[in-house]
């Protein structure tokens, strides 16, 4: 257990190191505080609505009813603006060029397969725009969820002779449904998605953010050490280099999972900030740590001297920052911007904490975002201590 | 029981052959020097003998292991004394010894009298809560020692553990390594103080680019110089030319760096006359004169034709 050893030291290290506290923990503490503050209003009036374009192939009532009477919603129409497309590959390039969010397609003979139980309704989405498309996504499913419902309650009153035919279904369908659906469909959306809290969308992005200046400084505390003899006294000593290394890294983990601790329950006590299902967010915070830590063994694998790994690690951060929406919120970006977000760490960890903060979602649903984090974070955890036991304690 | 033994050690740093063919001996109990200048070798060597890295060809064995092939076992052997302070600074003195103290495995109360055994014996166990930043260079160096020592090596290996320390602690580190030594603690002593050396270590190689070129007991090393003198002059003037005191007759060799001369003698009363007429002939103005008799330095300039600061 001696890298316990080490990584407790380096810990002690920290907390005796003011200079570096308020900088790693006091920063993005106060950072959460302005920007959450001054930005605020790109959050509520400057949010640009997204776009949904659709193609209707359905000759029944049922598909148009989806665009004309349930996107036209006022919890709903606030947010999206609706283009009728014509041609589909041109309307999927406008997608994934981030031009729009979805694409929803209503197949031909959709108001039929609803009568049959069989609806189905296509929604393709901008991979750069997540959280709005889930939205609009949940939206349709929610549809199409209702239609169904309605459709074996309809059948069973036409068995029962309270309708005259099963035939009549879809025309029951379209009188009664919105009456029902303005309800459930609002409900769905205000139910499963708080509103976007500027707060809380800084105090995670500054949160990680400022993981990732922490892990530099741990890169940095690695090459210290080497330049102040101290890792050649442990190399000295009847300890592994693995678990010298190890101990190295876990101290790494140990820091930056402090520093994220703390900016969560500053924030969470004295900003209000909802960091959503406390299972999901620890996900996020452990697999970002993780990656974060990962991303710093390769600094200091990297970088020749503290000087050098504290320029590279600021290099590094800042444009991985930017990318990533840890600066400004994705939705504001160029689609071409936030498609490379799913290069970064930051693109990563902010998916998923918007996810868990603001759609409620639970620790399943952001694992795909927790097992990217902990692959990069391995991946550079192997390289970068390959590479660090190669050398040694040599510069 | 040899406690060391180097057998024919290399080690290149590229071009640069640091250290040449290096074979010793040391036994268990005896205090070793290794005396040479800046750059003959003395850190190379020890940071292969702690196990840092590997020479390229040779073999080296601590206590009966092969240090490449039963590494941990050696350095449980071994404790360090690095030349650089190599300590945590914002950690206390006792922290520091501590930590390290844990990474040969101790713990609990035998770790706890160890630390408070080795500060008192470095004369520091009344500032062990101190931070280390707060400690003078001396102190420093002492609690570089104890962090050293935690862990009651059986052989010390010290790098120059005196460099740009106080009199009052080179004083105090000293008198530690010899204390140890008495109690049967084995040490490797390198320095390029000869007065250092000569008062720890009854056995000594002097190391010059990376070669041994002697080795023995002091007396065995004196016997070099045939019992010859050791005069210093220092002048007003730096030389360039010394060629006319190398022919005074009984002038053996001359060294010259800056205005200091160190000449050697069969006898330093006969020969100083004449040396002093030949830098008068000369228009040479003296400031200073010294005799001394046969030392590791005049056996270091017989050797190479340098002194140990050049």
Request: proline share 4%; aromatic share 6%.
């Given at each position: 257990m001696t890298f316990l050893h080490i990584a407790a030291k380096d810990l002690r290290l920290l907390f005796r190191d003011r200079k570096a506290l308020l900088t790693l923990i006091g920063t993005p503490i106060l950072l959460t505080l302005v920007l959450g503050t001054a930005l605020a209003n790109m959050w509520t009036s400057e949010t640009p609505p997204s776009r949904v374009l659709w193609i209707n192939e359905d000759s029944g009532q049922l598909g148009q009813m989806l665009i004309d009477d349930v996107f036209t919603l006022p919890g709903i129409a606030s947010w999206v603006v609706l283009e009728e497309a014509t041609d589909k590959d041109a309307a999927l390039d406008r997608v994934r060029r981030g031009q729009a969010t979805v694409l929803l397609t209503i197949p031909e003979g959709f108001s039929d397969s609803v009568a049959a139980g069989g609806a189905v309704l296509n929604v393709y989405r901008d991979p750069g725009s997540s959280v709005r498309a889930d939205a609009i996504t949940q939206i349709a499913q929610r549809f199409?969820?209702?239609?169904?419902?309605?459709?074996t309650v309809h059948l069973a009153l036409a068995g029962q002779g309270v309708i005259a035919e099963a035939g009549q279904v879809e025309a029951a369908l379209a009188q009664i449904r919105l009456d029902i659906e303005r309800d459930s469909l609002e409900g769905a959306v205000a139910g499963t998605n708080r509103t976007y809290a500027p707060m809380d969308y800084y105090a995670a992005s500054m949160g990680v953010m400022y993981l990732l200046f922490t892990v530099s400084h741990g890169a940095t505390t690695f090459l210290r050490e080497r330049e102040g003899g101290t890792l050649a006294r442990m190399y000295q000593s009847p300890v592994k280099a693995v678990s010298i290394l190890g101990g190295k890294f876990v101290g790494i983990y140990m820091i930056a999972l402090t520093q994220i601790v703390c900016v969560v329950v500053f924030t969470s006590l004295?900003?209000?900030?909802?960091?959503?299902?406390?299972?999901?967010?620890?996900?996020?915070?452990?697999?970002?740590?993780?990656?974060?830590?990962?991303?710093?063994?390769?600094?200091?694998?990297?970088?020749?001297?503290?000087?050098?790994?504290?320029?590279?690690?600021?290099?590094?951060?800042?444009?991985?920052?930017?990318?990533?929406?840890?600066?400004?919120?994705?939705?504001?970006?160029?689609?071409?911007?936030?498609?490379?977000?799913?290069?970064?760490?930051?693109?990563?960890?902010?998916?998923?904490?918007?996810?868990?903060?603001?759609e409620n979602a639970r620790l399943a649903d952001v694992g795909q975002n927790c097992l990217v984090l902990l692959g990069a974070g391995l991946a550079m955890l192997l390289v970068g201590g390959i590479s660090l036991q190669r050398k040694g304690v040599a510069a | 029981m040899t406690m060391i033994n180097v057998d024919n050690v290399s080690k290149n740093y590229g071009a640069l052959r640091a250290v040449d063919g290096l074979t010793i001996s040391i036994e268990s109990g005896a205090a070793f020097g290794l005396l040479g200048p800046n750059g003959a070798g003395k850190s190379t060597t020890i940071s292969m003998l702690s196990g840092l890295f590997p020479p390229d060809t040779g073999n080296i064995n601590i206590g009966g292991y092969d240090l490449w092939q039963e590494p941990m076992a050696a350095r449980r052997l071994m404790g360090i004394v690095p030349q650089d302070v190599a300590l945590y600074p914002a950690l206390s003195a006792l922290e520091n010894v501590a930590f390290f103290g844990r990474l040969h495995g101790l713990a609990g109360a035998p770790l706890r009298k160890r630390c408070q055994e080795v500060l008192e014996l470095v004369g520091l166990w009344d500032r062990a809560r101190e931070p280390v930043k707060t400690y003078s260079g001396g102190m420093k160096r002492r609690i570089n020692i104890a962090a050293g020592l935690v862990h009651s090596p059986k052989l010390l290996l010290l790098d120059e553990p005196t460099v740009g320390v106080d009199p009052q602690s080179r004083r105090a580190i000293l008198d530690v390594i010899k204390e140890l030594n008495g109690q049967g603690m084995t040490v490797l002593y390198t320095s390029h103080y000869m007065e250092e050396v000569s008062e720890l270590c009854r056995y000594i190689a002097v190391m010059d680019k990376g070669r041994i070129i002697a080795q023995g007991t002091q007396d065995e090393l004196h016997m070099l110089l045939g019992g010859a003198d050791f005069i210093r002059v220092e002048t007003s003037e730096p030389l360039t030319d010394v060629s006319f005191l190398e022919k005074i007759p009984n002038v053996r060799q001359v060294a010259a760096k800056g205005s200091e001369l160190t000449l050697t003698v069969p006898n330093g009363g006969k020969a100083l006359a004449n040396i002093v007429s030949a830098l008068a002939a000369q228009n040479i103005e003296i400031s200073g004169v010294k005799v001394e008799q046969a030392n590791l330095e005049a056996v270091f300039l017989h050797l190479t034709g340098r002194t140990l600061r050049d």
């Open positions: 199409a969820m209702e239609l169904s419902v309605r459709r004295v900003y209000r900030v909802n960091w959503g299902n406390p299972l999901a967010a620890a996900g996020l915070i452990l697999s970002a740590v993780a990656a974060a830590s990962g991303l710093g063994v390769m600094i200091a694998a990297i970088s020749k001297s503290a000087a050098s790994a504290d320029a590279l690690g600021t290099m590094i951060v800042l444009p991985m920052s930017v990318l990533g929406g840890s600066m400004m919120p994705l939705f504001a970006m160029p689609a071409a911007v936030r498609s490379l977000a799913r290069l970064t760490i930051n693109g990563w960890a902010l998916e998923g904490f918007t996810r868990v903060m603001f | -």
